[in-house]
């Protein structure tokens, strides 16, 4: 079975060994998922922090294929249980139409002591939207081929249209 890998750019991927989220066959599996911007900031509100976290999950999902609306399983780590209806609250916005199996878990601490928040996702996306590996759009160019870690076609959530090389239509 095929196994594809997203990146999300970070440069602890290669140095840690770990994907942003992983596809095979029906399954995408989100790492853990912290609430960095861009610009590596982190907003201490632990509603914003969840907002991001899971901003970065769909976007991980959507590129791997798959939607919210496919989630099945999400695990929530937060560093202050008095956090917990906040987040908790966050979590219902995205998937309470959804509503996945859930697990919300206070640790210790997280890798950097800015963090509150920290959740990752599973999804298994309905047949019509799985495609066969030898459907798949070969890179086309050697920039194409360097992108390590990006999928190499994206079916549209929407299940409309053929699946397309990823970086198109806005991917």
Known sequence: MER??????SPYEPA???SRAVRVGDRVL?????PVWP????????????RRCL??????????GARIADVVRTRTYLVDR???????????EVFGATRPASTMVAVAGLLDPRWRVEIE????MPAEAVVPAESAVPAESAAAADRVGTVDRVVPADGAGPPRPAGTNGD
Do not use: K, M, N, Y
């Open 4 to 9: 594809r890998r997203v990146s999300s750019g």
């Open 16 to 18: 840690v060994g770990f």
């Open 30 to 34: 989100v790492s853990g998922t912290a």
């Open 39 to 50: 610009d590596g900031s982190c907003d201490p509100d632990p509603a914003a922090q969840a």
């Open 55 to 64: 901003e970065i999950v769909a976007a991980a999902l959507q590129e791997a």
């Open 82 to 92: 008095d956090d917990w209806e906040t987040i908790g609250r966050v979590h219902g």
């Open 121 to 124: 996702a599973e999804a298994v």
